[in-house]
T-cell receptor, first 112, second 117 residues
Framework: GEDVEQSLFLSVREGDSSVINCTYT??????LYWYKQEPGAGLQLLTY?????DMKQDQRLTVLLNKKDKHLSLRIADTQTGDSAIYFC????????????FGTGTRLKVLA | GAVVSQHPSRVICKSGTSVKIECRSL??????MFWYRQFPKQSLMLMAT?????????EQGVEKDKFLINHASLTLSTLTVTSAHPEDSSFYIC?????????????FGPGTRLTVL
């Protein structure tokens, strides 16, 4: 079945850039997403990218999509302590339905 | 974006009782709602997809008689955990789609933490 993988942990210093990576297996995915989850809270949509795009930038966030390698990344510029959270990538459309397949999540820790 | 609420946000119950969780789309009509389950430090696992007025479609391995889903209106879906046991303790998150945004767009509720004693 479909699979979405992420590295489990990332630690960066405040002010540095963070890059969170995600790989997926379904080449027919239509949309790819990045969500943020703080402890005990629900999901916050950060950004999404349509599969025919290579890059999307939104303020401090840059999403890169390499469709050939099925690789998605999220770059957070000038990372702040408030960015500490779990980040999930997700994909949809690949199964012909609107279902989301979530990645395993990356725990980002920002050191002051 | 559209707003989805869940109620209750937290619930503690005794083993063997049933618990109902509500998911509401507050400012749009949701033709499709999704129920997810998240264990501590793990990802979200889709449990079922429900379309208004029809039976829910359950993912493989999810017991439909254990997790009853009702999507009686375009703004409300309910998940009932029947005869709950400690292993059902989890964070349950719903999402709603069909807001008129891009095709696959889902809006997520804040989640319900269920603890079964």
């Amino acid at each position: 079945g479909e699979d979405v993988e992420q590295s489990l942990f990332l630690s960066v210093r405040e002010g540095d850039s963070s890059v969170i990576n995600c790989t997926y297996t379904d080449s027919s995915s239509t949309y790819l997403y990045w969500y943020k989850q703080e402890p005990g809270a629900g999901l916050q949509l950060l950004t999404y990218i349509f599969s025919n795009m290579d890059m999307k930038q939104d303020q401090r966030l840059t999403v890169l999509l390499n469709k050939k390698d099925k690789h998605l990344s999220l770059r957070i510029a000038d990372t702040q302590t408030g960015d500490s959270a779990i980040y999930f990538c997700a994909e949809s459309g690949g199964t012909g339905t609107y279902k989301y397949i979530f990645g395993t999540g990356t725990r980002l820790k920002v050191l002051a | 974006g559209a707003v989805v609420s869940q109620h209750p946000s937290r619930v503690i119950c005794k083993s063997g009782t049933s618990v109902k969780i509500e998911c509401r789309s507050l400012d749009f009509q949701a033709t499709t709602m999704f129920w997810y389950r998240q264990f501590p430090k793990q990802s979200l696992m889709l449990m079922a997809t429900s379309n208004e007025g029809s039976k829910a479609t359950y993912e493989q391995g999810v017991e439909k008689d254990k997790f009853l889903i009702n999507h009686a209106s375009l703004t409300l879906s309910t998940l009932t955990v029947t005869s709950a046991h400690p292993e059902d303790s989890s964070f349950y998150i719903c999402s709603a789609g069909g807001s008129g945004g891009f095709r696959d767009e889902q809006f997520f509720g804040p989640g319900t933490r269920l603890t079964v004693l």
